[in-house]
Structures are given as structure tokens and as C-alpha cells.
């Protein structure tokens, strides 16, 4: 039975090979997204740029709670993946 499935799924193959590519293209991207280390940089850039005077406390305040905002949702993220 299972060669005769594989013989007559042939023609099929094609559309299974984008299917493992898509799957790929989504694990690489679902990879880059949730990569906390640019947040954590962005985070470290921000500090220097209030401790050299670029910008002020209000701004650097918003700016942070987004970015760790950020990184609570990479978290959870992967606590998800682990649990699954």
C-alpha cells in the first residue's frame, strides 16, 4: 500500500516541496522576530543616550516601557514554545 501511495502521490510532491519551504521561511522569520538580543541592544542604546544627554527623561521613559513591553512578549513567547 505504501508504494503505491508514494507512486500515485507523486504529482504531488511538487506542492509538498513549497509546503517544507514555507514551513522554513516561518521558522527563520518566528526565529529573527523573537530574538530578544536587538531589544536588549536597543535597551542598552537607550541608556547611553540618556546618560550622554540626547535625549530627555520622558522620552527615554516611553521608549523603554515599549521596548520592555517587547521583551516581556519574546518571553512569553518562549515560555510557549517550551511548553508546547
Known amino acids: 500500500m505504501g508504494l503505491v501511495f ?6 504531488l510532491a511538487p506542492v509538498r516541496g ?7 521561511v516561518v521558522q527563520a522569520a518566528e526565529h529573527e522576530y523573537y530574538d ?7 535597551l542598552a542604546d ?4 540618556r546618560t550622554e544627554g540626547r535625549i530627555d527623561e ?7 516601557e515599549e521596548l520592555l513591553r517587547r521583551l516581556e512578549e519574546i518571553r512569553l513567547y518562549q515560555l510557549g514554545k517550551t511548553a508546547s
Do not use: H, I, N, S
Open 36 to 42: 530578544p538580543t536587538p531589544v536588549q541592544a536597543a
Open 6 to 11: 508514494e507512486v500515485l502521490a507523486l504529482p
Open 58 to 64: 520622558e522620552d527615554f521613559a516611553a521608549r523603554e
Open 18 to 24: 513549497v509546503g517544507w519551504v514555507l514551513d522554513k
Open 46 to 49: 537607550l541608556e547611553r543616550a
